[in-house]
């Protein structure tokens, strides 16, 4: 059997972690569950390491000494995978923006297409969200025009956030030398994926504002993109990716 870790950061998110866990293991497909807490304030850890008890086995923590990013918070949870042999990785935010029932559909669209990498794309089928104002739904999906236009790839929602990894493409990427943080670390891994020629399969999505909690988005998260999405095709230029062989 197939052994599934969400990877879910957190940063003061007391008010969604433990209904988020307790959703997350309802579902039929078997998960198990690491929270990647940057020393949260609110006391969100002390609500995972309670659960712990109840979810032996399945519900893990790995607490850093504070707020580091985004993008080091997930590298953080790939090691932590790939030491463990986890067969599938998923990324997903805490807020309930995404669905945890769409967690088994990434997951049966990368086994069933053997895919390296599924989405849980907001724009694949249309615009698909949820209590964002208009102005940031626009910035998203012209960041994700953007940045088809500079890279190549045919990716509707590059900056999404909801992603299932098959382990293989996390072992192929040079986790190391991923250099940005916020929605340019979700850019960047999907360019990788796709240099390195690993099938990418979008699932559409309903994407949901957070209702709970404050948001972590900042205008620097997007000027990072920008700039760091420019830079980042630029270095490809100089380096060979070996293209997988099924």
Known sequence: MHQNLVL????????????MIRKVFSLK???ELLIIDDNSPDGTAAIVER????????????????KQGLGKAYLAGFHWALERSYDYIFEMDCDFSHNPKDLEKLYKECVVQKAGMTIGSRYISGINVVNWPL???LMSYLASVYVRTVTGMKIMDT???FVCYQRRVLETIDLDNIRLKGYGFQIEMKFKTW???FKIVEVPIIFKDRTEGASKMSGGIFNEALWGVLKMKIRSWFKYYEKVRD
Do not use: D, W
Not at 51 to 66: F, N, P
């Open 135 to 137: 102005g940031r739904v």
């Open 29 to 31: 497909t078997p998960f």
């Open 159 to 161: 900056t999404a956030g």
């Open 8 to 19: 879910i950061p957190t940063y003061n998110e007391k008010e969604n972690v433990e209904r």
């Open 51 to 66: 659960l712990m008890t109840e979810y032996q086995g399945k519900l893990h923590i790995l607490k850093r000494s504070g």
């Open 195 to 197: 240099l390195h020629g």
